[in-house]
């Protein structure tokens, strides 16, 4: 039986590892990691993450061949195959800091690896990581005269929260990059067989390993351009009296264009887009590449103009001041259907707001306990209130900063009749029915397209 383990129990391992487990029931899979109270989560029916569809997913294999332990070490020694799936925050500190990884944790388990391992093992990187951190991994664990050996694969996850069950299910495509010696394409060949059990073999792409690290920062910088290039619109669509939701449309039909990831918003977050795009920035300026690097660069920028847009959006519109004014915060996920808060432009959203004394209330069905986390310095001047409804009453404004599909079901004629009239909305996400709303009496303001005003 082949055992694998799992370094690492967060958005990726988690729900990765879990897929692995319910296709290959002849795999015994353990996912580590240190967090204990993350490990105990993983083992109730109330898992640490959200995510639509992986409690059934796991809840199939979990006791089966699929188990969870704080035993990092113990996990390492017994696995044939152990993925890296730890987090590679980008750096705050030192060279590269605001732009290159931070590897600590990454290094941390390359030398546990070493340290525990008493026979031969592949290794998968699965974190994002900057291309050549294979060759380092390698490096770290055939460092000294070790008997043992270790060879390591790129096997980047290419899942979105929110939709990860689906996109384990059906990939598009797998990609693993291995080493062009036997050994590595041996260990390509192990790797392959495990995803063919479920992923059609025409969909599975092996390359060599730098290949298929770049490709994984590579789709996530055009994803990200993506969102960025039609952000850029949406600004020149306001100032022209045009329809971004349009423009998308009439764009997206060009099928050398496609219709996907065209949704003008507030901005894009999420733990992948920002950190990747500044880790290509890094890697460029570090092959003395500046153009390329200030290229991708602008991605990052523009998405910070549009964080702050949307702000000066409705401080100018609610008459230049909103000290203490309520205004009701509708979503703080950086996307919908996921509880993950990280770099959500929810966050800049209100940390501005707060910084013009607003007196924000944050609702999210899913995601209030990480939000609290994120801004613990603003604790005084914010309400967590999980009912929107309640969030809204007595408010000034509602903004809707997650398209949670919850939102497009309340009955806005109830909230408008518990605000403060003129009751601002500004939508975010184009998520609701503007014509509506404006019926309702609301001062609608939109993403990429024209205000809706009963203000002379
Ligand atoms: C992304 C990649 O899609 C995935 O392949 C990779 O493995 C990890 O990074 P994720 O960050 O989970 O996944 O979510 P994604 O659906 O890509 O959305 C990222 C951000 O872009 C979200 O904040 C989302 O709201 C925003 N977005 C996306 C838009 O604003 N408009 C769009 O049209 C699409
Ligand atoms: P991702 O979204 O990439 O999955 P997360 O931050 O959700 O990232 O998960 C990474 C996990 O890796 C965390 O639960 C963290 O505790 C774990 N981790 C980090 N370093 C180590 C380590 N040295 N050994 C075991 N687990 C680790």
């Known amino acids: ?67 969870f332990s704080t035993d ?44 525990v391992s008493t026979s031969d093992k592949i290794i998968v990187e699965k974190s994002t990581l900057p291309v050549r951190t294979a060759e380092a991994m390698e490096r770290v664990l055939h460092a000294g005269d ?49 995803y063919a059990t479920w992923i059609p073999r025409e969909r599975i792409l092996t390359t060599n390993v730098w290949s298929s690290e770049l490709s994984k920062l590579t789709a996530n910088a055009f994803l990200a351009q993506r969102v960025s290039s039609i952000n850029a619109i949406s600004a020149l669509c306001e100032a022209t009296g045009a329809n971004v939701t349009d423009v998308a449309h009439a764009i997206g039909t060009d099928s050398r264009i496609g219709p996907k990831f065209l949704k003008a918003s507030i901005g894009f977050g999420g733990s992948c887009f920002k950190k990747d795009i500044l880790n290509l920035v890094y890697l460029c300026e570090s092959y003395g590449l500046q153009e390329p690097a200030n290229y991708w660069r602008s991605v990052v920028a523009m998405n910070e103009y549009q964080e702050a847009r949307f702000v000066k959006t409705m401080l100018r519109s609610m008459f230049n001041t909103i000290a203490n004014k309520r205004i009701a915060i509708l979503g703080f996920a950086f996307k919908a259907d996921t509880g993950d808060t990280r770099e959500s432009p929810a966050i800049k959203v209100c940390r501005e707001l707060a910084g013009e004394h607003a007196k924000l209330v944050v609702s999210d069905p899913k995601a209030l306990d990480n939000a609290r986390l994120e801004m613990p310095e603003l604790a005084d001047q914010i309400e967590f209130e999980p009912d929107p409804y309640k969030a809204a009453a007595g408010a000034h404004a509602i903004a809707v900063l997650t398209e949670w599909k919850e939102y497009k079901q309340l009955d806005y004629q109830r909230i408008y009749d518990s605000m403060v009239k003129p009751a601002f909305l500004f939508d975010g996400r184009n998520l609701l029915d503007h014509d509506a709303l404006y019926g309702i009496g609301f001062e609608v303001y939109a993403i990429g397209r024209g205000r809706k005003s009963h203000l002379k």
């Open 1 to 67: 039986m082949t055992k694998i383990c799992c370094i690492g129990a967060g958005y990726v391992g988690g729900p990765t590892m879990a897929m692995i487990a319910k296709q290959c029931p002849d795999v015994r899979v353990t996912v580590v990691d240190i967090n204990e109270r993350r490990i105990a989560a993983w083992k109730t029916d109330d898992l640490p993450i959200y995510e639509p569809g992986l409690l059934e997913v796991v809840r199939e294999a979990r006791g089966r061949n699929l188990f």
């Open 72 to 115: 990092v070490d113990q996990g390492i020694r017994d696995a044939d195959i152990v993925f890296v799936s730890v987090n590679t925050p980008t750096k705050t500190f030192g060279e590269g800091a605001g732009c290159a990884s931070d590897l600590q944790y990454w290094e941390l388990c390359a030398r546990r690896i070493k340290e």
């Open 146 to 194: 070790n008997p043992i050996h270790f060879e390591v694969l790129s096997n980047p996850e290419f899942l979105a929260e929110g939709t990860a069950i689906a996109d384990l299910e059906n990939p598009d495509r797998v990609l693993i990059g291995g080493h062009e010696t036997a050994s590595g394409q041996k260990a390509l060949q192990t790797l392959v067989d495990i």
